[in-house]
Structures are given as C-alpha cells and as structure tokens.
C-alpha cells in the first residue's frame, strides 16, 4: 500500500497540493461567510471511521479541515492506469483491536450478515452524498470486516467495526468521485460485509461520472403531533445535493403569511403541509390546516417565512392574490417555470368551492380544477372574483373530479387524477386515472386519459413531470383501496406522451434479506431533480426522490391511530434510444430517523447554508 497523509486523509502522492490549499483556507476561513462545514454526521451515521486510521466517534469523524482543503485545493491529475484512492492502511472503529486485519486472514464460512445499505445495484451520482454500509449483524457487537473494491483502484478500502454501520471516510469519497469524473468512466464499486468467524455478504454499486444538482426540501413531522389538534412542530428540512445533515428551511412560527378559519377570520398558519417550491427556488407554497387554504412563504436564508409581496426584495404577490390563494378548499397544487414570470405568476390547483366565498365542502365528487393569480387585483367586495383573480380551467370529456395536479415546465399541459374521491385536497378510495388536458392560456380544453397511467384495474395518482417533461412518474394501488397512506402504493413511470404499459421503478423493492417488500411499504410521492438530464455514453441520467416506509422505524401511535414512519430515498432513471433502465433505491442517511418524512420537492430551491 502507498503511503498515507494524516493531515489530509489522502494517499501521499494526492497530499501535496492539496496541503497548499489547506495552509490558504487557514488563512482566510474565520473571514468566509457561508462556508458550509462538513464534520459532523447526520442522523443514524454512528459507527464511521474516521480518515487517520483510527476511530471517529460518527459518519463526520473525517477531519474537518481535510473536508474543506479537499473542496478548496487545486485538483490532482487525473489518475493514470490503476487510482489510489483507497490506498490507506485498515480503518479502526473505537474499541477495535489494533491486529483486527489479522483476525480475517482465513476464508469466510456460514451465511453472511444481511447488507440494507448500500442496495445491490443502486447507481449514485457522482457529487452524492458519501455511502454508509449498514447491516443486521447475527450478534450484536460482533466484529466485521468492510472491504470495499473497484476495479479501477489500486487497492482495496478495509474498514472494521463493532457497530452495524461504516460509513466511507468524506476524502477518500471525494476523491474517488474526482476519479470518476477525472476519467469519465463508471466506477463499480463492490462491499464485502464479513462477520468474525462467519461468513461474507457482497453487494455492488455504480457511480456514472453524472452529478445531481439542486437541493431538496421535505415535511418532517414529529409522529406524535399527527391527529392532535392546535399548531403542528412540523417543518420544512432541506439539504443541498452531497450535505452531510439537514437544515431548517422553513418553520410554522416563521410563516408571516396568514390564512382564514373556518368562519373566514384571518389566522396564524398552523401547519406546513404538501408544498411545491417555487420555479425560481425563492419560496415554498404550501397547504394549511382545515380548511384547506394555499400559504406562501420565502425560504431564502435571509428572508425566511417573509411574504414575497410587490414592492419588497423578489416580490411578485399582490394583496389580492394572496386572497386568492387562502381561500378554502384547496388542493395539492403546482407551479410552471413558463407561467412564473411579472405579470404572470400563476399556480393551478383542485378548487372545492361552488361558487366564490361559498360554504365549503369538506367532500366534494366533482371538484374542478382552477388557475390562481398571485398578481390579482385588489378584491374589493371580501371575495375573488372568478374570472379576474382565478378561474376553472375546462376539462372537456371528464366529468369527473380533479386531484393533485402536476404542471408541464414548458406550460403547455396538466396531468392531474380524475377522480370523483376528492377529499380535503387529498384523495380517498378510488378509482382514479391519470388525465391530461392543455392549459392553453387558462382556458383548458379536450381532457384525455394519459395512456399507461389509466388502467381500470389501478388507480393512479401523485403524478410528476421530469424536468424536460418527457415522463411522469406516479403512484398506484389496485383498484378499491384507499390512495392515502395505503401500503400498497409503488411508483410507476411512463413518457408523458403516454405508453401501453408503465414501467416499474425497482426502486420500490428493497433488499429481499430485510423482510420488507413492495407492495406493503407505500413507496409514495417521487420528484425529479431539476435541469437538464445528466449525459454519458449516450444515456440520459434522470433522479428521484421519494418516501417509503420500508426503513424498519417502529410505527408510532398518535390521535387514535398508527403512524408509519416515512423516510426518504433517491434512485436513477437512465434512458436510452430504446430503453428505460431504473434501479434500485438509496437511503438518505443525512435524514433524522425521529421524524417522519415525506413529501419532497427537489428543485435549485434557496435554503440556508447546511452546518
């Protein structure tokens, strides 16, 4: 093995210029507002190595200082032939002996330890965040070997532990990727999980030479809050592509914006419920409380929970479009990049009223589907005007409800479920289908079913443009069950010109050894990351984000019922001229395992700096 640099975790022929960048950083770090700090793991990283050689106490056990010196130095060259990147001696967790190499010199014998993380097969963007090894050792506090091997390395990583997870040191992670990127060429990685005297388990993962960009922002619930009455601890967490933990980007007690009571008397947001960003990033739309009003609010680091109202810093809302958007009877609803320009910031959502200012109706069969205008006029007699500060958007052929709406980019076509379920801005039991009708400058048009997303034997729902509007990712359960919360839910994709049959997103399956299986683990509520596909060897690279309830958190019981934990997961969508490949899925181990969550939108979305 080539020798190692303590003072920046890197073989030594990478130490030099990169020792140069730390002596400079030293220099001008107490001066640089912003510099993201990178110790520190988040929730669930126990049990890392730290980059000396000896143990870190958690997934952040890697040196400060190196982390930045790596991201601030002047890049190595390119490795030629075989990398060393993984050419370090054996990484120590705390409380490992110091002849722990020794113990495994002989071959593996019996079954291997059940390997949850990384999944076999996964495929992970270049700039992601590090990869933690987790697995269900047969006796607690059993020693275990993590090798870890690519073709492309000179070397194998050995790491070991008496925990049940390893997380891969931060310099010797962004060192690899920098290979990955330096050589364009794909990485399989594979980890080997061995037990003292027992046996070995193997998984592989790829990582393409393809970034995912943006940052991610999702509603984090404290599981005992759900069904009690009175303002939520819920929140908006965010993290920017490749953070180690997560920030508060939003909070109820931040929130300026007031919404109405039942009896239309202004109020104090309550909760933070299904959001949208957005599409300049700026700020997050989002559900209240019954009943049911649209709030939005800034999420910028230095105008948190601010209205974005004309005449302040990248304000557009007027008086009278914030107005329209608390009335009640609101759904889930969406935004365009095409329509959020001045004079034309626009959202379309579900609109439970009968007429404006009417009674509400907490269930309604045949809820239309409305543009509402943040730059509206002034309402003058207490209550928007149909026409002037919304208006119902014509679904010609559907005389069915509208749900959940998603908006093209491009803003020329809604998908939305054509349902006759609405209920509280969500959906109940079926059935619903996927539509699509064109926005065509607010007036609608011909409602069509989306080919692939409207098979009577399944009801779907929850759809998502990609970015370039060339899919729709969606859920679906068989027909007759309920479509919130339901186990049964997984996620599909199909073009967004439609196809005779979906494809199944293997993402929804997670490691057979865990126990858990889909259908049973509600796969729920994807995203795509924005921009422009990633490229490489002529595929396009496409990212999700989504909840699942497959982690193993112990259900929680609040307000009479039970909670399922959610937590979040990433998987990659990669097409071809005449395929579309998916994979397996990826936990987000930077989440907090506490709290449940779901319902990510990930967008170049403004969040503080993440510590």
């Given at each position: 093995m080539n020798r190692f640099s303590i003072a920046t975790g890197?073989?030594?022929?990478?130490?030099?210029?990169?020792?140069?960048?730390?002596?400079?950083?030293?220099?001008?770090?107490?001066?640089?507002a912003g510099i993201k700090g990178q110790s520190g793991g988040g929730a669930g990283a126990s049990g890392s190595a730290g980059v000396s050689g000896t143990a870190g106490a958690d997934a952040g056990a890697t040196d400060a200082s190196a982390d930045l010196a790596f991201e601030a130095a002047v890049i190595p060259p390119t490795c030629q032939g075989l990398c060393t990147d993984f050419s370090v001696p054996p990484l120590l967790d705390t409380?490992?002996?110091?002849?722990?190499?020794?113990?495994?010199?002989?071959?593996?014998?019996?079954?291997?330890?059940?390997?949850?993380?990384?999944?076999?097969?996964?495929?992970?963007?270049?700039n992601w965040l590090r990869p933690r090894v987790k697995f269900n050792p047969a006796v607690a506090g059993t020693l275990h070997e993590i090798r870890v091997h690519a073709d492309m390395e000179k070397d194998d990583l050995l790491g070991y532990t008496t925990g049940d997870t390893w997380t891969m040191p931060k310099a010797i992670w962004l060192a690899l990727t920098h290979s990955v990127i330096g050589t364009q060429k794909q990485f399989d990685v594979t980890v080997t999980v061995r037990a003292l005297g027992a046996g070995a388990s193997s998984v592989t993962f790829s990582i393409p030479p393809v970034k995912a960009p943006g940052s991610i922002v999702f509603w984090a619930a404290v599981p005992a809050d759900l069904g009690?009455?009175?303002?939520?601890?819920?929140?908006?967490?965010?993290?920017t592509v490749g953070d180690e933990s997560t920030v508060q980007a939003l909070g109820v007690p931040d929130v300026q914006m007031q919404t109405r009571s039942s009896n239309n008397a202004l109020r104090p947001v309550t909760c933070i419920g299904c959001h949208n960003s957005t599409p300049d990033g700026d700020s997050v739309g989002f559900i209240d409380n019954y009943p049911w009003n649209m709030a939005i609010a800034s999420v910028k680091p230095d105008r948190v929970g601010l209205t974005p109202l004309q005449g302040t810093p990248g304000g557009y809302a007027t008086l009278g479009g914030i107005d329209t958007i608390?009335?009640?009877?609101?759904?889930?609803?969406?935004?365009?990049a095409a329509h959020w320009t001045a004079g034309d910031h626009i959202a379309v959502s579900p609109y439970y009223l009968i007429t404006p200012c009417s009674a509400y109706m907490q269930t309604e069969t045949n809820v239309r589907l409305a543009w509402l205008d943040f730059e509206a006029p002034p309402v003058t007699n207490g209550c928007p005007v149909e026409g002037t500060h919304f208006g119902i958007i014509a679904r010609d052929g559907d005389t069915r409800g509208a749900g959940n709406p998603t908006w093209s980019h491009d803003g020329k076509t809604i998908v939305y479920s054509s349902t006759a379920v609405g209920q509280d801005g969500r959906l109940d039991t079926g059935p619903s289908d996927l539509y699509q009708v064109p926005y065509n400058n607010r007036m609608?048009?011909?409602?069509?079913?989306?080919?692939?997303?409207?098979?009577?034997?399944?009801?779907?729902?929850?759809?998502a443009f990609s970015s370039d509007d060339r899919f729709v990712v969606f859920d679906r359960v068989p027909t007759g069950g309920s479509m919130y919360a339901n186990p049964?839910?997984?996620?599909?994709?199909v073009p967004s010109t439609g196809a005779p049959t979906p494809t199944r997103l293997v993402a929804n399956d997670p490691p057979k050894?865990?126990?858990?299986?889909?259908?049973?683990?509600?796969?729920?509520?994807?995203?795509?990351?924005?921009?422009a596909p990633g490229s490489f060897e002529d595929k396009s690279?496409?990212?999700?984000?989504?909840?699942?309830?497959?982690?193993?958190?112990?259900?929680?019981?609040?307000?009479?019922?039970?909670?399922?934990?959610?937590?979040?997961?990433?998987?990659?969508?990669?097409?071809?001229?005449?395929?579309?490949?998916?994979?397996?899925?990826?936990?987000?181990?930077?989440?907090?395992?506490?709290?449940?969550?779901?319902?990510?939108?990930?967008?170049?979305?403004?969040?503080?700096?993440?510590?």
């Open positions: 890197l073989p030594a022929e990478h130490a030099h210029g990169r020792a140069i960048a730390l002596s400079m950083l030293t220099l001008t770090l107490g001066a640089c409380g490992v002996p110091a002849d722990a190499p020794t113990l495994f010199l002989g071959p593996p014998t019996g079954d291997g330890p059940c390997v949850t993380e990384p999944e076999d097969g996964a495929l992970f963007p270049a009690n009455p009175g303002p939520m601890s819920s929140s908006l967490q965010g993290f608390r009335q009640p009877g609101m759904g889930i609803f969406s935004f365009s609608g048009g011909a409602a069509t079913a989306l080919p692939g997303a409207s098979d009577p034997d399944n009801d779907e729902y929850y759809p049964l839910a997984e996620l599909y994709v050894c865990s126990g858990a299986a889909s259908p049973g683990i509600n796969n729920h509520w994807a995203k795509w990351a924005p921009g690279y496409y990212w999700l984000i989504f909840s699942s309830n497959r982690y193993g958190t112990p259900p929680v019981t609040a307000g009479g019922s039970t909670v399922q934990v959610s937590q979040l997961y990433a998987t990659a969508i990669v097409v071809d001229e005449t395929s579309v490949q998916t994979f397996p899925a990826i936990y987000l181990w930077n989440q907090d395992v506490t709290t449940l969550n779901t319902t990510p939108a990930w967008d170049t979305i403004s969040i503080p700096v993440v510590q």
